[in-house]
């Protein structure tokens, strides 16, 4: 599987390299849950990647789970369109509860591919609009893919309140495998950054999933992004969740990298 999205990385992003432009603000869409409508310049190549940890208690005893490491590979190929890559390691350990026995899988989970689409660019408070389209392949750990193509679409908005202040909201549909069950499930978020200097921000965030016949699950989170180049940024994100469904917790960290600078 590494070697195959490789391959993809190589064949994709390397012609690119010939017609690179001036790179633009970075922007990226981790370690939030809403994701950014701004596609990347044209002509680069953008690797978002990190780790994230989460952890559920139920009556069957604890559940931890590790994406170690998490992989966004963004390819500019169009002033407003940009293809994706994305593939997650993903480790499951359940500790069960006394006289139960404890389980681990490890495998790959969310190999997906897609695109971005620029609708409207906005300005000040009228939002920017893009379509963000994905389709995660029935490919990686039996445990963790669907069983056969599961698509995705989001409606991705941002809005600038101010120089410092910017809102980011997605609205979104999936069919996505959640444990032995293969359903759809609506998606949203909301976050709000705060630019404290030119090489941090901060952000909060509330989002979640409806599965259908399921209940709903909301969590809250806050994190700062900084900036360390042009081109190259850490993160850092802690969440809780807000009902039983959602996990008791998760945190994670990151960075983002693009080609050229």
Same mark, same amino acid.
Request: glycine content about 10%.
């Given at each position: 599987?590494? !070697? $195959?999205?490789?391959?993809?990385?190589?064949?994709?992003?390397?012609?690119l390299? &010939?017609?690179?432009?001036?790179?633009?603000?970075l922007?990226?869409?981790?370690?939030?849950?809403?994701?950014? #409508?701004?596609?990347?310049?044209?002509?680069?190549?953008? $690797?978002?990647?990190? %780790?994230?940890?989460? !952890?559920k208690?139920?009556?069957?005893?604890?559940?931890?789970?590790?994406?170690? #490491?998490?992989?966004? $590979?963004?390819?500019?190929?169009?002033?407003?369109?940009?293809? *994706?890559l994305?593939?997650?390691?993903?480790?499951?350990?359940?500790?069960?509860?006394?006289?139960?026995? +404890?389980?681990?899988?490890?495998?790959?989970?969310?190999?997906?591919?897609?695109?971005?689409?620029?609708?409207?660019e906005?300005k000040?408070?009228?939002?920017?609009? +893009?379509? &963000?389209?994905?389709?995660? &392949?029935?490919?990686?750990?039996?445990?963790? *893919?669907p #069983?056969?193509?599961?698509?995705?679409?989001?409606?991705?908005? +941002? +809005?600038?309140?101010?120089d410092?202040?910017?809102?980011?909201?997605?609205?979104?549909?999936?069919?996505? *495998?959640?444990?032995?069950e293969?359903?759809?499930?609506?998606?949203?978020?909301?976050?709000?950054?705060?630019?404290?200097?030119?090489?941090?921000?901060?952000?909060?965030?509330?989002?979640?999933?409806?599965?259908?016949?399921?209940?709903?699950?909301?969590?809250?989170?806050?994190?700062?992004?900084?900036?360390l180049?042009?081109?190259?940024?850490?993160?850092v994100i802690?969440?809780?969740?807000?009902?039983?469904?959602?996990?008791?917790? %998760?945190?994670?960290?990151?960075?983002?990298?693009r $080609?050229?600078?």
């Amino acid at each position: 599987m590494k !070697k $195959i999205l490789m391959l993809m990385v190589w064949l994709l992003g390397t012609p690119l390299f &010939l017609f690179a432009q001036e790179s633009e603000e970075l922007n990226t869409d981790r370690p939030t849950r809403a994701q950014s #409508p701004a596609v990347i310049p044209r002509g680069t190549l953008q $690797i978002e990647t990190g %780790f994230e940890f989460q !952890k559920k208690h139920s009556e069957a005893g604890d559940q931890k789970e590790y994406l170690d #490491p998490t992989t966004l $590979i963004r390819i500019g190929i169009l002033k407003k369109m940009e293809l *994706r890559l994305n593939a997650d390691l993903k480790k499951e350990r359940t500790e069960a509860l006394a006289g139960a026995e +404890s389980k681990n899988k490890l495998g790959f989970n969310d190999v997906m591919v897609g695109a971005k689409v620029q609708l409207y660019e906005g300005k000040g408070a009228i939002p920017q609009v +893009s379509f &963000l389209g994905n389709v995660t &392949l029935p490919v990686g750990d039996k445990e963790f *893919r669907p #069983p056969h193509a599961a698509p995705e679409g989001r409606l991705l908005f +941002s +809005s600038a309140l101010s120089d410092k202040v910017e809102l980011q909201y997605n609205l979104g549909y999936r069919k996505h *495998r959640d444990h032995e069950e293969y359903r759809g499930e609506a998606l949203y978020a909301v976050t709000g950054d705060l630019k404290l200097t030119d090489k941090l921000t901060y952000f909060a965030e509330i989002a979640g999933q409806k599965p259908h016949l399921g209940k709903a699950e909301h969590l809250a989170d806050m994190g700062f992004l900084f900036k360390l180049l042009p081109n190259l940024q850490l993160d850092v994100i802690g969440a809780l969740g807000l009902n039983e469904e959602a996990p008791d917790y %998760f945190a994670g960290g990151g960075i983002t990298w693009r $080609i050229p600078r």
